[in-house]
């Protein structure tokens, strides 16, 4: 599975956008690109998945380059509570005998006032 | 709110005891997967059951084992603790099908071994 590697840590402030780069240079072609938020002592929980170009909800938009060795998490307008672990995952559960998800060390996101 | 619960939220264990931790899945799901997330650290891969059945294991020695009920909820033992096992434990519930790496997480069970 893709190994992928993103900034350990980044500040905003209150309203401004922040983009969060991930490169995956190894990704396969069945695998598909997903963003997980994870607050303190709770579970990972779901924010956005693609497979190419741009994919947008209500919470994020994900960017993704033709090559798809790379892939941008974007939130919009950031407030306090999106201050958490933001953790980008290539894979495909299906493929393989391991069906897991692998976790790198995240993106701690630190949103100022 | 994601459906999955598990219990219990919080639980200290003396090494060399055996413990044992539930999860219940999303309604629909047929795929629970379970993972250890140590302090500062990503959540790390245990094993993974779809239908009942292990579909795929981590780096992590036979005592830890599991079980998927046909209801597919599911349960987590790790026998002869250490120390090194404190940990939030986490799992997953998904619908397996190909390309789909959506899963639904519970809050975790915090296992303090003393």
């Known amino acids: 599975l893709a190994k992928t590697t993103q900034p350990i840590s980044m500040d905003s402030y209150e309203g401004q956008e922040v983009n969060i780069t991930c490169s995956h240079n190894?990704?396969?072609?069945?695998?598909?690109i997903t963003w997980y938020q994870q607050f303190p002592s709770q579970g990972p929980r779901f924010i956005i998945q693609g497979y190419k170009t741009k994919v947008t909800n209500e919470v994020a938009s994900l960017f993704i380059p033709a090559d798809r060795k790379s892939s941008t998490l974007s939130l919009p307008r950031v407030s306090l509570s999106d201050t958490a672990v933001y953790y980008c995952l290539v894979g495909d559960q299906f493929r393989g005998s391991q069906g897991n998800l692998i976790f790198g060390k995240g993106t701690k996101l630190s949103v100022k006032p | 709110e994601t459906g999955v619960t598990q219990s219990p939220t919080h639980l200290i264990k003396t090494r060399g005891q055996q413990v044992t931790l539930r999860c219940s899945s999303q309604s629909g799901h047929n795929t629970v997967s379970w993972y250890q997330q140590a302090l500062g650290q990503g959540p790390q891969f245990i094993f993974q059951y779809y239908r009942e059945e292990e579909n795929g294991r981590g780096n992590f020695p036979p005592r830890f084992s599991g079980l998927q009920f046909p209801n597919y909820s599911s349960e987590l033992n790790v026998n002869a603790l250490e120390l090194d096992d404190s940990a939030l434990y986490l799992c997953?519930?998904?619908?397996?099908?190909?390309?789909?790496?959506?899963?639904?997480f519970g809050q975790g069970t915090r296992l303090t071994v003393v």
């Open positions: 997953a519930s998904s619908l397996l099908s190909r390309g789909d790496t959506e899963a639904f």
């Open positions: 190894n990704i396969a072609t069945n695998d598909y």
